[in-house]
Each structure stands twice: as C-alpha cells, then as structure tokens.
C-alpha cells in the first residue's frame, strides 16, 4: 500500500508530504496507480520548484519522497499545487479503492 502523508499547519496550510510504499495494485512495471501516484507527487515538487519562490526540501530514495517547504511564509501558488495534489491523490483512491492507496495529514 501506498501512503501519503501530508504535514499541515495550525491554520490547515500545506507544509508537505510524504509518500512511501508500493500500491501494489500490478506488478512492478506494470502498476498503474503506483505509476499515477509517482507522476502527481514529483509534478507538484516540479511545478512548485519552477512556479514559486517557495524554498523546500526534497529527499527521494528507494520508493520514499519526502517534500517540506521551509519558510514560515507559504505562497498561494504552492498551496493550490498542493491542494491539486490532495485532490488527484483522493480521486486515485476513489477509482481503485483505499487498500492500495493511505491519505491522512499531520498538524507539524
């Protein structure tokens, strides 16, 4: 199963996320949700990376990204990246079910 894990402030704005683990819906190759999951979260870093001048973190390693904007002051562009991020995350669990994909978020 894949889980998301997205860091949120007292007032309820993004700070992060956290995506680990395998959906396991297919085969490594042939998983498409894995494939959907993987496409979202590194455009959102992207996207954020060339539309913003938000600074960030970005750790990726073995089947793990780990994103946190870093200043206390969090730009409208980068909130909406990631709010599209929340949204195409929960449509993907909607479409194939929640035993391949874990959405919660985490006051930091």
């Given at each position: 199963?894949?889980r998301?894990?997205?860091?949120?402030?007292s007032d309820?704005?993004?700070?992060?996320?956290?995506?680990?683990?395998?959906?396991?819906?297919?085969?490594e190759?042939?998983?498409?949700?894995?494939?959907?999951v993987?496409?979202?979260?590194q455009?959102t870093?992207n996207?954020?990376e060339?539309?913003?001048?938000?600074?960030f973190?970005?750790d990726?390693?073995?089947?793990?990204l780990r994103?946190c904007?870093?200043?206390?002051?969090?730009?409208?562009?980068?909130?909406?990246l990631?709010?599209?991020l929340?949204?195409?995350?929960?449509?993907?669990?909607?479409?194939?079910?929640n035993?391949?994909?874990?959405?919660?978020?985490?006051?930091?």
């Open positions: 199963m894949t998301a894990l997205f860091f949120v402030d309820g704005r993004y700070k992060g996320f956290e995506i680990y683990g395998h959906t396991g819906y297919a085969d190759g042939e998983d498409i949700v894995c494939a959907a993987s496409a979202l979260s455009n870093v996207s954020i060339a539309f913003t001048a938000d600074k973190s970005c990726v390693d073995d089947g793990r994103f904007l870093t200043d206390d002051y969090i730009s409208a562009e980068s909130q909406l990631l709010n599209a929340v949204l195409g995350l929960e449509n993907i669990e909607k479409a194939y079910g035993e391949f994909i874990n959405i919660r978020t985490e006051e930091v």
